[in-house]
């Protein structure tokens, strides 16, 4: 069974930038689609963006524009580029991913999608004003 571990979260100011990595047990060029998700402090578990094997990532409106979700073939990685981080950005990150052929649309980028995937541990994003 696919296996995901997260890393890169830290403590950031206002305005600064975080690199975040997403490594599947899998081949990331296989057929390997990811979803990133968010949880603050006291909140529910929230999409920020996710991408099938066939189409570009999707991005939640909060971070669209701020945060970028690429393919580092050469180190098997999704990684999330976060811009301009904001204090609303601060909680768990986790990342979830699965081999499979489904081309999802609409409002998928939900957890109760990714209820069968394999998640991280998360890891932490702190953003202070």
């Known amino acids: 069974q696919i296996q995901v571990v997260e890393s890169g979260g830290g403590s950031v100011q206002a305005g600064g930038s975080l690199r975040l990595s997403c490594i599947p047990s899998?081949?990331?060029?296989?057929?390997?689609?990811v979803g990133w998700f968010r949880q603050g402090p006291g909140q529910a578990r929230q999409g920020i963006v996710c991408q099938d094997r066939y189409g570009l990532p999707e991005y939640a409106a909060s971070v669209k524009g701020r945060f970028t979700l690429s393919r580092d073939y050469a180190k098997n990685a999704f990684i999330l580029e976060m811009n301009n981080l904001e204090p609303e950005d601060t909680g768990l990150y986790y990342c979830?991913?699965?081999?499979?052929?489904?081309?999802?649309?609409?409002?998928?980028?939900?957890?109760?999608?990714?209820?069968?995937?394999?998640w991280g541990q998360g890891t932490q994003v702190t953003v202070s004003s």
């Open positions: 979830a991913a699965k081999r499979t052929n489904t081309r999802y649309s609409g409002d998928w980028c939900v957890v109760r999608t990714f209820q069968n995937w394999a």
């Open positions: 899998e081949n990331i060029a296989s057929g390997i689609a």
